[in-house]
Nanobody, 124 residues
Framework: QVQLVESGGGLVQAGGSLRLSCAAS????????MGWFRQAPGKEREFVAGITRSSGRTRFSDSVKGRFTISRDNAKNTVYLQMNSLKPEDTAVYYCAANRGEVILLSPNVYDHWGQGTQVTISS
């Protein structure tokens, strides 16, 4: 079992940057594939980025590729989402999620554990 807590959201202007963090409890963090998702009002939750257990592979949605990076520190039980060149359409609640699989999957339905989310608002 793992519990996740996101932080780092806020209000920034378009073109700015934010770094989200997701701290995990428990001793099995390194056994989880980690993902970041987001959900805007009236829209479905969508995949943003994912990282494998040993950070060997990452995956990004087309909408954030080249602007966002994902990383993890297994010693600190934390996964990060660095967001650069932010756009108003990036406005959403951002969630981190954990999956005991071995590959990065895009569907939120396969992720077993979720944080409470952190609001990101980008002004134009």
């Amino acid at each position: 079992q793992v519990q996740l807590v996101e932080s780092g959201g806020g209000l920034v202007q378009a073109g700015g940057s934010l770094r989200l963090s997701c701290a995990a409890s428990g001793r099995s963090f390194s056994s989880y594939v980690m993902g970041w998702f987001r959900q805007a009002p009236g829209k479905e939750r969508e995949f943003v980025a994912g990282i494998t257990r040993s950070s060997g592979r990452t995956r990004f949605s087309d909408s954030v590729k080249g602007r966002f990076t994902i990383s993890r520190d297994n010693a600190k039980n934390t996964v990060y989402l660095q967001m650069n060149s932010l756009k108003p359409e990036d406005t959403a609640v951002y969630y981190c999620a954990a999956n005991r699989g071995e590959v990065i999957l895009l569907s939120p339905n396969v992720y077993d554990h979720w944080g409470q989310g952190t609001q990101v608002t980008i002004s134009s």
